[in-house]
């Protein structure tokens, strides 16, 4: 079965802190793929990130950071310097293949709302 | 412009009806999903399907119903027997398993 746990509920920083989010995963395919979702007020999900189960390299894009570690099934996301437009809900999300075949489920965990206070 | 089209924005129904909540996407993706967005409840997933023709039940199927005739359309149906309808639902396409899902803007449904 998959799952995706999202342990934080609500996270509230004041502008300007680094701010960690957490996402763990159970899958039992052969290769997966793992994705982070930003979600605004406005409701439409917008898409972050992309990572596949064979590329461990983490990955930097202006102040937005992810760190992949396979062996505690781990997809974390980091904002450095938070401000006040990163205010939203974040989803981390996990597709898979199965074995000899292919799924194109798409599973989310429960997202954790960040606030970013001025 | 390419993307995806849920309608209505906002929707509201009558204890003991059916509604149907339409998504069309003109990206061309084989794939497309129906979730439901509760407060503290993440997305939970209803149903998907991967090509025209045959769908999948997702965790919280219950209640609801699909069809995908068209590789363009996946409408979602909320039956009188789905006990608590009031929700906020996206739908979402994506071409393959390894490429991120692209979201509609949502339909809220309230039960009156």
Not at chain 1, 8 to 28: A, P, W
Not at chain 1, 70 to 87: E, L, M, R
Request: charged share 20%.
């Amino acid at each position: 079965a998959q799952k995706v746990t999202q342990a934080q509920t609500e996270i509230s920083v004041v502008e300007k802190e680094d701010v960690t989010l957490d996402c763990v995963y159970e899958t039992r395919d052969t290769t997966y793929y793992l994705f982070w979702y930003k979600q605004p007020p406005s409701g439409e999900l917008v898409f972050l990130i992309r990572r596949n189960s064979f590329d461990e390299q983490n990955e930097i894009s202006g102040r937005y950071s992810w760190n992949f570690q396979k062996s505690t099934s781990s997809f974390n996301f980091t904002i450095t310097a938070s401000q006040v437009v990163d205010s939203a809900v974040y989803f981390c999300a996990l597709s898979g293949r199965v074995y000899g075949g292919a799924t194109n489920k798409l599973i989310f965990g429960t997202g954790t709302l960040l606030a970013v206070q001025p | 412009d390419g993307g995806i089209t849920q309608s209505p924005k906002y929707l509201f129904r009558k204890e003991g009806q059916n509604v149907t909540l339409s998504c069309e996407q003109n990206l061309n993706h084989d794939a497309m999903y129906w979730y439901r967005q509760d407060p503290g409840q993440g997305l939970r997933l209803i149903y998907y399907s991967q090509i025209v023709n045959d769908f999948q039940k997702g965790d919280i199927a219950e209640g609801y119903s699909v069809s995908r005739e068209k590789k363009e359309s996946f409408p979602l149906t909320v039956t009188s027997a789905q006990k608590n309808p009031t929700a906020f639902y996206l739908c979402a396409s994506k071409s393959t398993v390894n490429t991120e899902a692209f979201f509609g803007q949502g339909t809220r449904l309230t039960v009156v």
